[in-house]
């Protein structure tokens, strides 16, 4: 059993992290080629300076970004709810390049005491970790990731294209609640949030299942405006 989770206002996180626990090492079966996500961890390494700091929030099993930026150079900590996808990350991307930590995005900070406190960073990697708060939450964690980064500082982010909002699904035999938006309203709270976006791309994804339909994937590049 995980341990409880609850964000600013009391919003439960441990359905969430007991999922991803039990499916683990499937989600990388599940989901083999992550071309926008590729695409976009690429872009993202190419455009930190030398040896970044990069925060991966919902890194997962660490695969694809965060050994795409330590491969690069970069050193990352990795973020994510769930320890069994954290175990298989640092088996991926084992130290000292890469640092996983047990941790709910909600609780970041850049300074003062404890596993939470986690500093600031030239980059960060936000591939779909967004989907799994509701709408109501995803403003001011965006506000957060934003404080976390240094003057100049660039974020990769991505959601699926949706209109949802804590709405709960079937996910590889599992139930997870995710929210979405679609683009424009997407962008709009991107830049309320303090943000510049330097580049979109979007992707039809098909995962590698007969039964879930193809989703419409969205990837910014954005800088700390």
């Known amino acids: 059993m995980s341990e ?5 206002g009391g919003h439960d996180r441990t359905g969430q992290a007991e999922a991803f626990d039990a499916i683990g090492g499937s989600y990388d079966v599940a989901f083999p ?3 926008g996500q590729l695409a976009a961890g690429r872009r993202l390494a190419a455009e930190l300076p030398a040896g970044a700091r990069v925060l991966d929030v919902g890194c997962g099993t660490g695969l694809p970004t965060a050994r795409q930026l330590t491969e690069a150079g970069h050193t990352v900590l990795g973020v994510d709810l769930s320890a069994g996808m954290l175990e298989i990350a640092r088996a991926n991307v084992p130290p000292p390049a890469a640092e996983f930590r047990r941790l709910d995005l909600a609780d970041l900070r850049a300074s003062g005491e404890g596993p939470a406190a986690v500093g600031t960073f030239d980059g960060i990697a936000c591939f779909f970790a967004l989907l799994m708060l509701p709408r109501k939450e995803i403003p001011s964690a965006l506000r957060l990731l934003r404080s976390l980064l240094r003057p100049g ?3 990769g982010l991505s ?3 949706a209109d949802l ?3 709960e699904i079937p996910f590889l035999g599992h139930t997870i609640r995710v929210s979405g938006y679609l683009r424009d309203e997407l962008r709009q709270v991107v830049r309320d949030a303090g943000f510049d976006i330097a580049h979109e791309e979007s992707y039809t994804y098909a995962p590698a299942s007969t039964t879930a339909p ?3 994937q969205l990837f910014l590049h954005c800088r700390r405006g």
């Open 165 to 167: 909002d804590d709405a």
């Open 159 to 161: 959601m699926v294209e």
């Open 4 to 8: 409880e989770y609850s964000a600013p």
């Open 153 to 155: 500082g660039l974020l």
């Open 214 to 216: 193809p989703e419409h």
């Open 33 to 35: 080629h992550k071309d």
